[in-house]
């Protein structure tokens, strides 16, 4: 594992966007109707939370238990729709189907068929699928208002710039707001909002301890939203997290509920290439990957009860400790 804190996130995924578009031509899609320019006021989203699950209305088969199987669901008929006494020179004269038992247009509209909607099975539950991710994070909010200070850095080097002292600023205050803006996935907000964080964890000190309460709900949300992009970087930044004092792994223990349940459904969300060579490792996107590393450093800073808590939440997962 290499080393948490020299790892810069912010700036390789400023990297791995510039090579995307303009070395591999890869198109992105178009931002947010709802997001304008880095100078313009978002438009409030309506009806859309981050991390909500669609119901689907489809048809879906259901369990027969006495078969053990699924089975699609069926209308029942009615008693009009069987044949009676004395329809038999109806169906010689074509005014009535055989089949059905239903009349042609001069009487009852034949019935129609039940639709085979796939092969019968278990309904998908869509573990993997995105869920909602509107641009209304807080970070985004106070960026546009002008109310951070923090500008991109014109330079060659990746960074950004503070137009105040970082060490004079509000980390109570401040870095719960960069955690909301963990989650963007549009320029300058998700690398202002990543470096921010960055920067802040870096320099936060014993600052960082009293703020652990305020960050499970953004870092929650972001995992909520199910897209591996957005994952892997919240992965990264936790693991920063945990690094960047003391006793702030032993911190995170009691939140392990919130934070867990979504490491679970990835856990082994691994990239299989066979015998191929995967050349991509540096820009640390294998979800599955990701996830193994982020435990095993909760287990090595959360202290004695950081395992058993992780076993609860985790099953399949195992010690790295070497007892």
Same mark, same amino acid.
């Given at each position: 594992?290499?080393?948490?804190? %020299?790892?810069?996130?912010?700036? /390789?995924?400023?990297?791995?966007?510039?090579?995307?578009?303009?070395?591999?031509?890869?198109?992105?899609?178009?931002?947010?109707?709802?997001?304008?320019?880095?100078?313009?006021?978002?438009?409030? $989203?309506?009806?859309?939370?981050?991390?909500?699950?669609?119901?689907?209305?489809?048809?879906?088969?259901?369990?027969?238990?006495?078969?053990?199987?699924?089975?699609?669901?069926?209308?029942?008929?009615?008693?009009?729709?069987?044949?009676?006494?004395?329809?038999?020179?109806?169906?010689?004269?074509?005014?009535? $189907?055989?089949?059905?038992?239903?009349?042609?247009?001069?009487?009852?509209?034949?019935? %129609?068929?039940?639709?085979?909607?796939?092969?019968?099975?278990?309904?998908? %539950?869509?573990?993997?699928?995105?869920?909602?991710?509107?641009?209304?994070?807080?970070?985004?909010?106070?960026?546009?208002?002008?109310?951070?200070?923090?500008?991109?850095?014109?330079?060659?080097?990746?960074?950004?710039?503070?137009?105040?002292?970082?060490?004079?600023?509000?980390?109570?205050? $401040?870095?719960?707001?960069?955690?909301?803006?963990?989650?963007?996935?549009?320029?300058?907000?998700?690398?202002?909002?990543?470096?921010?964080?960055?920067?802040?964890?870096?320099?936060?000190?014993?600052?960082?301890?009293?703020?652990?309460?305020?960050?499970?709900?953004?870092?929650?949300?972001?995992?909520?939203?199910?897209?591996?992009?957005?994952?892997?970087?919240?992965?990264?930044?936790?693991?920063?997290?945990?690094?960047?004092?003391? /006793?702030?792994?032993?911190?995170?223990?009691?939140?392990?509920?919130?934070?867990?349940?979504?490491?679970?459904?990835?856990?082994?969300?691994?990239?299989?290439?066979?015998?191929?060579?995967?050349?991509?490792?540096?820009?640390?996107?294998?979800?599955?990957?990701?996830?193994?590393?982020?435990?095993?450093?909760?287990?090595?800073?959360?202290?004695?009860? %950081?395992?058993?808590?992780?076993?609860?939440?985790?099953?399949?997962?195992? $010690?790295?400790?070497?007892?």
């Amino acid at each position: 594992m290499s080393d948490v804190k %020299a790892v810069d996130v912010g700036g /390789a995924l400023f990297v791995d966007r510039y090579c995307d578009v303009k070395i591999k031509g890869m198109a992105f899609g178009k931002p947010s109707v709802q997001s304008g320019s880095c100078f313009d006021q978002t438009r409030p $989203s309506h009806g859309k939370r981050p991390g909500a699950h669609h119901v689907s209305h489809e048809p879906v088969p259901k369990y027969f238990a006495k078969a053990q199987t699924h089975v699609w669901p069926v209308e029942k008929r009615t008693t009009g729709q069987f044949l009676r006494k004395g329809d038999g020179g109806a169906i010689k004269r074509g005014d009535l $189907s055989a089949t059905r038992g239903q009349r042609n247009f001069g009487g009852l509209v034949p019935m %129609a068929s039940p639709k085979i909607h796939g092969p019968i099975g278990p309904p998908t %539950a869509h573990a993997f699928s995105k869920r909602d991710n509107p641009p209304d994070t807080t970070f985004r909010k106070f960026y546009e208002r002008g109310d951070l200070p923090v500008a991109v850095m014109s330079s060659s080097r990746n960074t950004i710039v503070w137009k105040v002292d970082i060490d004079a600023l509000d980390s109570p205050h $401040s870095l719960p707001i960069f955690f909301d803006g963990i989650r963007e996935k549009e320029e300058p907000f998700r690398f202002l909002a990543v470096k921010g964080v960055e920067d802040l964890l870096r320099t936060g000190g014993v600052k960082i301890l009293p703020t652990i309460p305020q960050l499970i709900i953004p870092i929650k949300t972001a995992l909520n939203t199910r897209d591996p992009s957005v994952i892997c970087v919240t992965l990264q930044l936790l693991q920063k997290l945990v690094v960047s004092g003391e /006793a702030i792994g032993e911190a995170l223990v009691p939140y392990y509920r919130q934070i867990l349940p979504i490491l679970n459904v990835f856990k082994n969300k691994n990239l299989n290439i066979g015998d191929g060579i995967d050349y991509a490792q540096r820009k640390r996107v294998n979800v599955g990957a990701m996830i193994e590393e982020t435990l095993s450093l909760f287990e090595r800073h959360g202290g004695e009860d %950081a395992f058993i808590n992780i076993k609860y939440m985790v099953p399949t997962y195992e $010690s790295c400790v070497n007892l």
